[in-house]
């Protein structure tokens, strides 16, 4: 465990705590140099299959799994490469079992990894690229721009890496059945939640679900009283929130999703909405679900604008701006037709994340194909214009 915890803790935040901290004696009255930053690169995924190892050390530990003396599977469990530098965190109980089995090729599986592949590639190149230009110029130059163009530019960034994240996982997925293996689910929706407890539990779900079994759990969980339980939550979204980076809006951005969640979790509310989804049985939400899907968004959203900025201060200045420059332009609207084309099809996909392009089933298998050729060629037209590099986002977590 401490050689786990040890190696993000010595190439990611070393660094940052060491800046911090002379930052600190320089605000108090010490004038210090700074003469122990490291110049290293950080290695690729360290995160990520740092999370892994450190799960199969503990399911080992607790007798939930047995150790494996397949040192082969073991490592490709690990460096498995569909997951590696972006996830889903999956457990060694789900990977390496059917690492260590005996896997043969299913066209149907096959079938729905393509298309899950495809679905990836449209959120990513489609949705999430179009949107970055956009993002990226107004929270580059937010000065520049009136509140309306900031509220656009902060909804654009929620569904930027809604997108981005969802449709790498969506690949990662996709890949992996083809290979015979199939991964968890990593997002469900999580703009249609009711509650940030909801939310949570449709975003980065491998990731939650690991805090919470890993961290939360061990130290006392809800078992300790209402306080004792209230600090928990606190240190599970906060070290959730540094794990992103090594920069202090990160950490504010977990102390707000923890601050949204103790409401609901004082009044009993959090786990409300574990079993079922919004408007189950109807088309449409009833006017109380609609309300609670956007107070949700909206404090999800003005929480992305610390995790998007590159400082508090600039984090700040934004949000200042959003509530007091009342303009609306029209410039940047554009971008509303990608934001609407999303939430309308994940709001059609909305009982189950995994079967995309479910309606192309009700088609024949020529109409079907021809439709899967036109998107094909949209997103390869789409990334011959991306004169970026269309990096994913979580690459740099």
């Known amino acids: 465990m401490a050689f786990n915890i040890g190696l993000p803790a010595f190439f990611k935040y070393f660094n940052f705590f060491v800046d911090s901290w002379i930052h600190l004696l320089n605000n108090v009255g010490y004038q210090t140099q ?13 995160s990520f299959y740092t999370f892994r190892t450190m799960s199969y050390t503990i399911d080992v530990y607790r007798n939930k799994l047995k150790p494996t003396k397949d040192f082969i599977s073991f490592a490709a469990f690990v460096s498995f490469f569909p997951q590696l530098v972006a996830g889903p965190i999956e457990r060694a109980s789900n990977l390496l079992p059917q690492i260590l089995g005996r896997r043969t090729f299913s066209y149907e ?40 163009v900031l509220w656009l530019g902060a909804v654009y960034f929620a569904i930027q890496i809604y997108c981005d994240f969802s449709g790498y996982s969506d690949i990662a997925i996709g890949v992996s059945k083809l290979f015979g293996i199939e991964l968890m689910s990593n997002f469900k929706f999580p703009y249609f939640s009711r509650n940030v407890g909801e939310f949570w539990r449709r975003w980065h779900i491998s990731l939650s679900t690991w805090f919470r079994d890993y961290l939360y759990i061990p130290i006392g969980g809800s078992r300790e009283g209402k306080w004792k339980s209230l600090r928990n939550v606190f240190v599970i979204f906060l070290v959730s929130g540094l794990r992103h980076g090594a920069n202090w809006t ?11 969640f103790v409401p609901s979790y004082i009044v009993g509310s959090n786990r409300k909405y574990t079993d079922s989804i919004v408007a189950e049985n109807s088309w449409f939400p009833t006017l109380s679900e609609l309300g609670k899907i956007l107070l949700t968004f909206f404090w999800v959203v003005l929480a992305w604008v610390f995790f998007r900025s590159e400082s508090l201060v600039s984090a700040m200045e934004y949000l200042t701006l959003m509530f007091t420059k009342f303009d609306f332009p029209l410039i940047y609207k554009n971008g509303l037709y990608s934001v609407g084309s999303l939430l309308v099809l994940d709001w059609i996909f909305r009982k189950d994340e995994r079967l995309n392009f479910r309606f192309l089933r009700k088609l024949n298998s020529n109409a079907n194909i021809l439709i899967e050729i036109l998107v094909i060629l949209v997103v390869v037209y789409l990334i011959s214009l991306n004169t970026s590099s269309g990096q994913f986002i979580y690459f740099q977590f």
């Open 34 to 46: 700074n003469t122990w930053s490291l110049n290293i690169i950080l290695p690729v995924g360290i």
């Open 250 to 260: 990160f950490v504010v951005w977990g102390g707000i999703h923890a601050m949204l």
């Open 109 to 148: 599986k096959g079938m729905q990894g393509l298309r899950l592949i495809l679905w990836g590639l449209v959120k990513k190149v489609v949705i999430a690229d179009v949107l970055a230009i956009k993002v990226d110029d107004i929270f580059g130059n937010y000065h520049d721009f009136g509140g309306g």
